[in-house]
């Protein structure tokens, strides 16, 4: 898929911008501080409907407005899709083709990105909530029902957990609880749960396939990937939907006591993990800062052909500043993978670090917001 044209109003730093993007590579060029990442970030806002830098809608609305407009044309191979995302300070609203998706799980999926920026390394060195959102970002611009699962595993996750306080509550002052709704609310929770991880299963899977390969030409067949699922709770040995979904609620259930006293849930998919091994080695604490990188850049490569695989469109391509920080080899195997299939877009300071590109596109220069634009 493509982007061909994007509008921006009052978003971030741009106070209005009208552009059109060339199918292949887009270089946003400009000094530190001029609206380069806020336009990367645009597309990403487009796409998933949340910045990869912040989680308050206030911060993407250009200073002292009351909101922000997205706009754009998605050109598929069979469709065109007018795409729009409208913020305000008290939440966003989509629209496809001007009619208003009122549930998140209709509006994502329909434009695909895939980010690679500095602070990708934290997938490898950071909490287990940073490689969740990884997965749960992920496969949910692939399948709208994982979204949907996903959102009613996370608000029965907080009614059951309002409900212990409750009975927690009841106990200490003497009276009995009705135990039935608990019962209720642990079997859907259950219910949910299993199908999110027998989803991320099934994904972490088809990503070590393709990141394997990938990993393993970078470092010249050294270097061999694998990824581990981790769970709260052990998994059965058959994985379907039912047997997961079995051994969770009976682990709920062992838990029962002593989540009465500590008012949580300790088991379930929004405590699981992800590990991932360079040659046998966890490379999050043993591995070195060049395994890392090569397994961010194979994790993200991956995901191109994953998606491919999935909708038969290749996403969009968002680099943010990490052209400089890539060597020569692990460059020239980014823009093999990438070369005539996606439509890329590059955030840099100097022209210089992409020696290598066989640049086809577009250079847009930047400068406080305004954007100049040579074919
Ligand atoms: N909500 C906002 N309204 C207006 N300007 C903003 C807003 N958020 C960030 N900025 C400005 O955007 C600039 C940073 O843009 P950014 O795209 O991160 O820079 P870079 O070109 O280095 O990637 C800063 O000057 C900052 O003040
Ligand atoms: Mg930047």
Redesign the pocket.
Same mark, same amino acid.
């Given at each position: 898929m493509k982007i061909t044209s994007l509008e921006l109003t009052n978003y971030?730093?741009y106070k209005t911008a009208e552009l059109s993007f060339h199918p292949d590579i887009n270089l946003f060029l400009?000094e530190?501080?001029?609206?380069?990442?806020?336009?990367l #970030?645009s597309l990403y806002v487009l796409a998933l409907t949340r910045s990869h830098r912040t989680h308050k809608e206030k #911060?993407?609305?250009?200073?002292g407005e009351e909101n922000a407009k997205i706009y754009g044309t998605v050109e598929k191979q069979t469709t065109t899709l007018q795409v729009e995302i409208t913020l305000t300070n008290n939440g966003r609203k989509t629209k496809v083709n001007h009619i208003e998706q009122k549930r998140l799980a209709d509006y994502i999926g329909k434009l695909n990105v895939i980010l690679f920026s500095p602070e990708d390394l934290a997938i490898i060195k950071g909490s287990p909530s940073i490689r969740r959102r990884f997965l749960d970002m992920e496969i949910s611009q692939i399948s709208s029902i994982y979204l949907y699962d996903l959102m009613q595993y996370q608000t029965i996750l907080k009614q059951r957990n309002a409900y212990l306080k409750q009975m927690i509550e009841q106990k200490k002052a003497g009276k009995t609880p009705d135990e039935l709704y608990y019962e209720i609310l642990s079997e859907q929770l259950a219910s949910f749960g299993a199908k999110i991880i027998y989803s991320r299963l099934i994904f972490v899977e088809k990503l070590e396939k393709w990141a394997n390969l990938l990993q393993s030409s970078i470092s010249g067949q050294c270097e061999h990937l694998k990824l581990n699922y981790s769970s709260s709770f052990p998994l059965p040995k058959e994985l379907t939907v039912e047997k997961i979904e079995e051994v969770f609620m009976q682990q709920l259930k062992n838990k029962r006591k002593h989540e009465l006293f500590v008012d949580t849930n300790s088991v379930g998919p929004h405590r699981d993990d992800l590990q991932f091994f360079v040659n046998n080695i966890n490379i999050a604490t043993f591995g070195s800062q060049g395994q890392q990188r090569t397994t961010v850049l194979a994790l993200k490569l991956a995901e191109i052909d994953l998606i491919h695989e999935k909708t038969g469109e290749y996403p969009l391509l968002l680099l943010d500043d990490v052209m400089s920080e890539l060597d020569n080899k692990r460059q020239t195997q980014l823009l093999q993978t990438i070369f005539g299939k996606t439509q890329t877009f590059i955030?840099t300071t100097i022209l210089k670090h992409l020696n290598q590109a066989p640049i086809k596109g577009k250079i847009l220069t930047?400068s406080n917001?305004e954007i100049e634009i040579k074919e």
């Amino acid at each position: 898929m493509k982007i061909t044209s994007l509008e921006l109003t009052n978003y971030r730093n741009y106070k209005t911008a009208e552009l059109s993007f060339h199918p292949d590579i887009n270089l946003f060029l400009g000094e530190n501080a001029q609206g380069k990442t806020n336009l990367l #970030e645009s597309l990403y806002v487009l796409a998933l409907t949340r910045s990869h830098r912040t989680h308050k809608e206030k #911060e993407l609305i250009y200073f002292g407005e009351e909101n922000a407009k997205i706009y754009g044309t998605v050109e598929k191979q069979t469709t065109t899709l007018q795409v729009e995302i409208t913020l305000t300070n008290n939440g966003r609203k989509t629209k496809v083709n001007h009619i208003e998706q009122k549930r998140l799980a209709d509006y994502i999926g329909k434009l695909n990105v895939i980010l690679f920026s500095p602070e990708d390394l934290a997938i490898i060195k950071g909490s287990p909530s940073i490689r969740r959102r990884f997965l749960d970002m992920e496969i949910s611009q692939i399948s709208s029902i994982y979204l949907y699962d996903l959102m009613q595993y996370q608000t029965i996750l907080k009614q059951r957990n309002a409900y212990l306080k409750q009975m927690i509550e009841q106990k200490k002052a003497g009276k009995t609880p009705d135990e039935l709704y608990y019962e209720i609310l642990s079997e859907q929770l259950a219910s949910f749960g299993a199908k999110i991880i027998y989803s991320r299963l099934i994904f972490v899977e088809k990503l070590e396939k393709w990141a394997n390969l990938l990993q393993s030409s970078i470092s010249g067949q050294c270097e061999h990937l694998k990824l581990n699922y981790s769970s709260s709770f052990p998994l059965p040995k058959e994985l379907t939907v039912e047997k997961i979904e079995e051994v969770f609620m009976q682990q709920l259930k062992n838990k029962r006591k002593h989540e009465l006293f500590v008012d949580t849930n300790s088991v379930g998919p929004h405590r699981d993990d992800l590990q991932f091994f360079v040659n046998n080695i966890n490379i999050a604490t043993f591995g070195s800062q060049g395994q890392q990188r090569t397994t961010v850049l194979a994790l993200k490569l991956a995901e191109i052909d994953l998606i491919h695989e999935k909708t038969g469109e290749y996403p969009l391509l968002l680099l943010d500043d990490v052209m400089s920080e890539l060597d020569n080899k692990r460059q020239t195997q980014l823009l093999q993978t990438i070369f005539g299939k996606t439509q890329t877009f590059i955030t840099t300071t100097i022209l210089k670090h992409l020696n290598q590109a066989p640049i086809k596109g577009k250079i847009l220069t930047i400068s406080n917001g305004e954007i100049e634009i040579k074919e």
